[in-house]
C-alpha cells in the first residue's frame, strides 16, 4: 500500500532559527513529490515539485531535497518566521499514467518569538 | 485574478438533505479533484476529474458524487448527508494530469457540520 509518513508531527522552535521536516515515502512507480504549507482554516500551498531526476529545489528560505533511492525528502526552512507557523504536507504522485495522490499527515510547524 | 473558487465556504445542515457545494476555476484547468480533511487523517482524496465528462474514485468516495459538465466546474453533490462527513472540504485543480508535475491550486475550502 502506498504510504506517505511525515515526522514531526509536531515542532516547536524560535523564530530566526532553522528546521528541517522529514518525508518517507514508499509510492511505487514514483512520479514526483510536492511539498504544500497550509494555514489554519485555509487551502494548502505548494512551495515545490520535484521529479526523480531533481534532488534539491529552493523557493526562497525552504529548500527540498529528494533522495529517490532511498525514498526519503527533507523540507529545511532557514531563518524562521512567525509566518511560517502552518502545516506542511508532503505529497507524492505515483507514476504509470495514475493521477493518485498520496498525501502526508502533516507536521504542524509553531514558530515562536 | 488566478484562482478556484467555492461554494458555500461555511454550511451547517441536516442528516439526509441533499446538498451541492459548487467549485469553479478560472485557469483553463484540465484536472480538478476534492478532498477532505480531518484531524489526525490528513487530506483524503473523495473524487478527481482529468477532464469534461472523465472522472474517478479517489481514496474514500462513499457518499458523494461529483460531476463535471463544463471544465472549470466540478461540483460535489452528498445525495444524503450523514454526520460522519462532518468535515473541511478542498476543492483543486491543475494543468494535465499523467505524468504531469503542475502545481496543484486549492480553493479556501467549505467548514461542513452535518447534525
Known amino acids: 500500500k502506498n504510504q506517505v509518513e511525515q515526522s514531526p508531527q509536531s515542532l516547536i522552535i524560535l523564530e530566526g532559527k532553522n528546521c528541517t521536516l522529514q518525508c518517507n515515502y514508499t509510492v511505487s512507480p514514483f512520479s514526483n513529490l510536492r511539498w504544500y504549507k497550509q494555514d489554519t482554516g485555509r487551502g494548502p500551498v505548494s512551495l515545490t515539485i520535484?521529479?526523480?531526476?531533481?534532488n534539491t529545489k529552493s523557493n526562497g528560505r525552504y529548500t527540498a531535497t529528494l533522495d529517490a533511492d532511498t525514498k526519503q525528502s527533507s523540507l529545511h526552512i532557514t531563518a524562521s518566521q512567525l509566518s511560517d507557523s502552518a502545516s506542511y504536507i508532503c505529497v507524492v504522485k505515483g507514476g504509470a499514467g495514475s493521477y493518485q495522490l498520496t498525501f502526508g499527515k502533516g507536521t504542524k510547524l509553531s514558530v515562536i518569538p | 485574478e488566478a484562482q478556484v473558487t467555492q461554494n458555500p465556504r461555511y454550511l451547517i445542515t441536516v442528516t439526509g438533505k441533499k446538498l451541492t457545494v459548487t467549485c469553479s476555476q478560472n485557469?483553463?484547468?484540465?484536472?480538478m479533484s476534492w478532498y477532505r480533511q480531518d484531524p489526525g487523517l490528513g487530506l483524503r482524496q473523495i473524487y478527481y476529474?482529468?477532464?469534461?465528462?472523465?472522472?474517478d474514485k479517489g481514496d474514500v468516495p462513499e457518499g458523494y458524487k461529483v460531476s463535471r459538465k463544463e471544465k472549470r466546474n466540478f461540483p460535489l453533490i452528498l445525495e444524503s448527508p450523514s454526520p460522519n462527513q462532518t468535515s473541511l472540504y478542498f476543492c483543486?485543480?491543475?494543468f494535465g494530469g499523467g505524468q504531469s508535475p503542475n502545481e496543484q491550486f486549492f480553493g479556501p475550502g467549505t467548514r461542513l457540520t452535518v447534525l
Open positions: 483543486a485543480s491543475s
Open positions: 485557469m483553463n484547468h484540465e484536472y
Open positions: 476529474s482529468m477532464n469534461v465528462e472523465v472522472t
Open positions: 520535484m521529479t526523480f531526476s531533481e
